[in-house]
């Protein structure tokens, strides 16, 4: 499983076989999740190239031409298309590799400007634990509502995975179209880790497509997160061991 600990594991990400999802078992420590939500922010810090192109003054400019278009260009921090001058046609014109590598920039950069981190507290956290989540259903509906406001999961301790400390993961929704949803549609799953080799903070990229054209259609979440670790390629993405279906 990659796992150093299965029991820290379904108390922080989840479960396989199990009924628990991004659950703690206890009210989220305020000081942990201000941690974790640092180190989120300086791993986005270190990357000059997006703040580069994401800046808050380009954002702006996209609303500015929303204005004229008669498609969506943005939504709350988090952009439709590039924000750069040829980035409605480049958006147009883009592979499947190229909207992967969007969509990731594109929750990053409002999560960036937006920074929500979700707390639980014990009240909550009882409440979700009654509920039986191994077969949790969702749609693209539902998800969404996380368009524009991508939310960081802190763990409660970090969990040992594919050689990294994953410390919790940003969660967020992508989409081509944003009307309708009638086209590419992605949950996306960005596990903070700190990379052993660099000792700086990093994120992991995870796309989990829901394949449907009825956005109202329920679909399992734990096996949209499993697609995740079935389509890992090189040495696996940190923080998706545990989502590895077993022989």
């Known amino acids: 499983m990659g796992a150093s600990d299965p029991g820290q594991v379904r108390r ?8 628990t999802l991004f659950v703690g078992k206890k009210m989220t420590d305020k ?27 380009a954002l702006a400019h996209l609303y500015e031409l929303q ?35 969007f969509f990731f920039a594109s929750v990053l950069a409002a999560w960036w400007f937006t920074r929500t981190v979700a707390v639980f507290d014990k009240e909550m956290v009882e409440e979700l634990l ?17 368009l524009g406001n991508p939310v960081l999961i802190p763990f409660e301790k970090p969990y040992h995975d594919d050689g990294a400390d994953i410390l919790g993961c940003i969660v967020g929704f992508a989409t081509d179209d944003p009307i309708g949803f009638n086209g590419l ?34 679909l ?5 997160i499993g697609s995740v670790a ?15 279906q077993g022989p």
């Open 12 to 19: 922080s990400f989840g479960q396989v076989n199990g009924k």
């Open 220 to 224: 399992p979440l734990r096996d949209l």
């Open 130 to 146: 009654t509920t039986d989540q191994a077969d949790l259903q969702i749609s693209v509906s539902q998800f969404a509502r996380f």
């Open 31 to 57: 000081d942990t999740a201000a941690t974790v939500a640092s180190e989120a922010v300086r791993a986005i810090r270190g990357m000059n190239a997006l703040l580069k192109d994401y800046s808050g003054t």
């Open 230 to 244: 079935e389509a890992q390629y090189d040495g696996g993405i940190p923080g998706f061991s545990l989502y590895q």
């Open 67 to 101: 204005e004229t278009e008669t498609i969506r260009l943005i939504v709350g921090a988090q952009p439709l298309i590039p924000p750069m001058p040829d980035g409605l046609l480049k958006f147009k014109t883009s592979s499947i590799k190229e909207y992967k590598k």
């Open 185 to 218: 549609n992605s949950f996306v799953f960005l596990p903070v880790f700190m990379d052993p080799e660099t000792e700086l903070p990093n994120f992991a990229v995870g796309l989990a497509r829901f394949n449907t054209r009825d956005k109202k259609q329920a």
